[in-house]
């Protein structure tokens, strides 16, 4: 009974139970006790096996937990991964491979063999010579390399692969990155620095990338070249010490101040001066401009510099060529003027000649009076200042100049060109001039500017003259008037950054024949021209608008047929003080004493020049030639204080003379004069060092003051 309950229990898995004591030694007994002891190894084993389970259990969620981890990351990775059996087949991609590939997991695992996807050859050999390597255990094999892979397209993508052996097997796992974009750039940056590299070495620019204090980062080829010095002779050197600058300290400061400003955020540019590897100086157009980061600051400077000197020369070829143009202009206008000013030369003259005759017979009979004598003496002043002003004119149109700018008042120049128009245009041209202003002041050379005038001037006259059919009247009016620019002017100004420039205009109009409406835009085209060929070149129109552009103004023609033309210019007005009155002569003379020796070759100068300082209290010593004053100055007798030299002498010339005087005597004083000031022999004994020079023809004024001056060491000249 008992033995049957323990037993049903038992088999219900009750581990628990026991029977009760029995007797040691009967059969019952020993059974119950065995039964017992077999319950409690029992008991002992089942706890046992459910701690194993539980081990198992645990063990069995852990790698649960872990494949879920692992397969997320294998899915969810950023590289392609993949693991091949070791017959090369795909058994595992995740989901990176089939976007990459564009391939699915159905058609991939189990299907497809790697070697498919290798797009070249020679990846595939390496890709076994690495794998066998591996499998023998080599630890040299590449980490990770590139290679070449099939896309389900066929379009062939740039990869990066890194394999690894699952050990104790032949498996593969494979990490796979698409570096084809990152090659595209990388390939686009190679192009794009090519094409730098290109640009800035073929450039015939001199480049340059400097840091803020003007250490080299990097020189272009054609810079290099310049030098005549290798790229590592120049890289990291401050640019104001390298060759090309050491000719010139001053090039040297003046480059320093640029890359200081360049610096600070500022370009600059300027001309200068290189020294090329042949030793030769050249002219260069330079610049530093600075190059800012993002957030506004500068982060290096680009020294820029191009040679200008074939163009500079090419500029002075240019400029001598318009001068040259200019000049032969002003030959043909003072060739239009020539009959007219010989006309009223020749009236001047007579004037001269016919008082002289008048005087000289009053002398002869006895009958001059004091009266009468300073009338006659009067005309004959007035008729020479006359011829003097006609051939200063003539000097001043026909010289050859640099431009030389000056304040100068248009009212003055016009009145110039004025005088001489009405000493050789037909006498039956009536010219008007209209000063609407007490001074128009401009900045400007007065001679280009009396060209200009001059040019359409003449113009005008011969509208009125020969121009006319043979039937018409010869004559007219031309009316010059000058006055504001005032708005609604004919001409219109091109829009100016800040206020509107100020101008005066000079209004130059005719009666003549006019202009047709064909013609009238081709007035300024070079050699273009109305006239016969023998009456003009047709460059006079275009020097008078080539030179009132480099002056910066404007001018326009407005002209019809038969009515007619005008003329207007605009010239900007200059700014500053005014100009005070000049050139006005005071009656007063100046005395002194000492011995002056006068050198001229006309005995009618030397007589006027000797009759003069006698007047003036000086002692005049006269002599014909520059030989026999050298020898005065040598001898010292008598002792000369001043000598007044003329420069334009037969055998040797007043240049030469002074040269040798100062030879012997280096503090004498020395006057030069002539009757043309701009003659290149003067301006070279102005600059060698005389001490005064006076134009002639000169008056007891002129003189007395000049010689004056320059023994009382004043400045005069």
């Given at each position: 009974m008992v033995v049957g309950s323990f037993k049903k229990k038992m088999g219900k898995g009750e581990l628990n139970v026991e029977i009760p004591g029995q007797s040691d030694t009967d059969e019952i007994g020993i059974l119950a006790r065995t039964l017992n002891l077999m319950r409690?190894?029992?008991?002992?084993?089942?706890?046992?096996?459910?701690?194993?389970?539980?081990?198992?259990?645990?063990?069995?969620?852990?790698?649960?937990?872990?494949?879920?981890?692992?397969?997320?990351?294998?899915?969810?990775?950023?590289?392609?991964?993949?693991?091949?059996?070791?017959?090369?087949?795909?058994?595992?991609?995740?989901?990176?491979?089939?976007?990459?590939?564009?391939?699915?997991r159905e058609e991939l695992e189990g299907k497809k063999t790697w070697i498919e996807f290798i797009a070249d050859k020679n990846d595939l050999v390496k890709m076994q010579e690495y794998h066998l390597r591996r499998l023998q255990g080599s630890t040299d094999v590449p980490a990770a390399y590139e290679f070449h892979l099939y896309a389900k397209d066929r379009t062939i993508l740039s990869c990066l692969i890194s394999v690894a052996i699952f050990p104790e097997t032949k498996q593969s796992f494979v990490s796979i990155m698409d570096i084809s974009k990152l090659r595209e750039v990388q390939n686009a940056l190679i192009l794009s620095?090519?094409?730098?590299?290109?640009?800035?070495?073929?450039?015939?620019?001199?480049?340059?990338?400097?840091?803020?204090?003007?250490?080299?980062?990097?020189?272009?080829?054609?810079?290099?070249?310049?030098?005549?010095?290798?790229?590592?002779?120049?890289?990291?050197?401050?640019?104001?010490?390298?060759?090309?600058?050491s000719h010139s300290q001053e090039e040297q400061k003046q480059l320093r101040s640029a890359i200081n400003t360049a610096a600070g955020g500022i370009s600059i540019r300027y001309e200068t001066t290189n020294l090329a590897?042949?030793?030769?100086?050249?002219?260069?157009?330079?610049?530093?401009?600075?190059?800012?980061?993002?957030?506004?600051?500068?982060?290096?400077?680009?020294?820029?510099?191009?040679?200008?000197?074939?163009?500079?020369?090419?500029?002075?070829?240019?400029?001598?060529?318009?001068?040259?143009?200019?000049?032969?202009?002003k030959m043909e206008s003072i060739g239009r003027l020539a009959g007219g000013i010989a006309h009223d030369?020749?009236?001047?003259?007579?004037?001269?000649?016919?008082?002289?005759?008048?005087?000289?017979?009053?002398?002869?009979?006895?009958?001059?009076?004091?009266?009468?004598?300073k009338n006659m003496i009067m005309v004959?002043?007035?008729?020479?200042?006359?011829?003097?002003?006609?051939?200063?004119?003539?000097?001043?149109?026909?010289?050859?100049?640099?431009?030389?700018?000056?304040?100068?008042?248009?009212?003055?120049?016009?009145?110039?060109?004025?005088?001489?128009?009405?000493?050789?245009?037909?006498?039956?041209?009536?010219?008007?001039?209209?000063?609407?202003?007490?001074?128009?002041?401009?900045?400007?050379?007065?001679s280009q500017i009396e060209q200009v005038f001059l040019n359409i001037c003449i113009n005008a006259a011969h509208a009125m003259t020969i121009m006319r059919p043979d039937e018409a009247h010869i004559g007219g009016t031309l009316t010059v008037e000058i006055d504001n620019a005032a708005e609604g002017s004919s001409i219109i100004l091109p829009a100016h950054p800040g206020s509107q420039p100020e101008f005066f205009r000079i209004k130059i109009s005719d009666t003549g024949v006019g202009i047709d409406e064909e013609t009238l835009p081709l007035?300024?085209?070079?050699?273009?021209?109305?006239?016969?060929?023998?009456?003009?070149?047709?460059?006079?129109?275009?020097?008078?608008?080539?030179?009132?552009?480099?002056?910066?103004?404007?001018i326009t023609v407005n002209s019809e047929k038969g009515s007619g033309t005008l003329f207007t210019i605009l010239l900007p007005v200059a700014?500053?003080?005014?100009?005070?009155?000049?050139?006005?002569?005071?009656?007063?003379?100046?005395?002194?004493?000492?011995?002056?020796l006068i050198v001229d070759d006309e005995e009618v100068m030397r007589n006027v020049a000797a009759t003069i300082l006698g007047e003036c209290g000086y002692v005049p010593v006269s002599v014909d030639n520059g030989f026999t004053a050298i020898d005065i100055i040598r001898d010292s007798q008598p002792e000369i204080s001043l000598?007044?030299?003329?420069?334009?002498?037969?055998?040797?010339?007043?240049?030469?003379?002074?040269?040798?005087?100062?030879?012997?005597?280096?503090?004498?004083?020395?006057?030069?004069?002539?009757g043309f000031r701009h003659d290149l022999r003067v301006i070279e004994s102005i600059k060698s060092g005389v001490d005064g020079f006076i134009q002639k023809p000169y008056t007891i004024y002129n003189l007395s003051k000049t010689v004056h001056d320059v023994l009382n060491q004043t400045e005069s000249v």
């Open positions: 409690s190894q029992l008991q002992g084993l089942y706890s046992d096996m459910q701690s194993h389970v539980a081990e198992l259990t645990e063990t069995r969620d852990a790698l649960v937990k872990s494949e879920g981890k692992y397969r997320a990351l294998f899915e969810n990775s950023g590289s392609s991964l993949l693991m091949i059996d070791e017959n090369n087949t795909i058994s595992m991609v995740n989901r990176h491979f089939e976007l990459m590939t564009g391939y699915t620095e090519q094409r730098f590299t290109a640009v800035f070495n073929n450039s015939y620019q001199f480049i340059a990338l400097i840091d803020n204090t003007g250490k080299i980062i990097e020189m272009n080829q054609t810079a290099l070249d310049f030098s005549g010095f290798s790229r590592d002779k120049l890289i990291n050197h401050d640019i104001t010490e390298t060759p090309q600058w590897g042949d030793g030769s100086i050249h002219d260069i157009d330079f610049s530093i401009k600075p190059v800012f980061d993002s957030s506004g600051k500068v982060m290096t400077l680009i020294a820029e510099g191009r040679d200008i000197t074939d163009r500079k020369l090419s500029d002075s070829k240019r400029i001598k060529l318009e001068e040259q143009l200019r000049q032969s202009q030369f020749n009236n001047v003259l007579g004037g001269i000649m016919g008082t002289v005759s008048v005087l000289k017979h009053k002398f002869e009979k006895g009958q001059v009076e004091t009266e009468y004598l004959i002043e007035k008729s020479a200042k006359r011829a003097a002003g006609i051939v200063n004119q003539m000097l001043s149109l026909s010289r050859k100049h640099q431009t030389d700018f000056n304040r100068i008042d248009l009212n003055r120049c016009v009145h110039n060109v004025v005088e001489l128009c009405r000493n050789s245009f037909d006498k039956g041209i009536e010219i008007i001039e209209h000063y609407n202003l007490p001074a128009a002041e401009v900045n400007a050379d007065a007035t300024f085209d070079p050699f273009y021209s109305t006239k016969d060929k023998e009456k003009g070149t047709g460059l006079g129109l275009t020097m008078a608008y080539s030179i009132i552009h480099e002056h910066n103004g404007y700014s500053g003080e005014a100009i005070t009155d000049r050139g006005r002569e005071n009656s007063d003379i100046f005395y002194g004493t000492g011995n002056i000598v007044l030299l003329d420069m334009a002498m037969p055998g040797i010339n007043g240049k030469e003379t002074f040269l040798e005087m100062k030879k012997i005597k280096p503090v004498i004083k020395v006057v030069l004069t002539s």
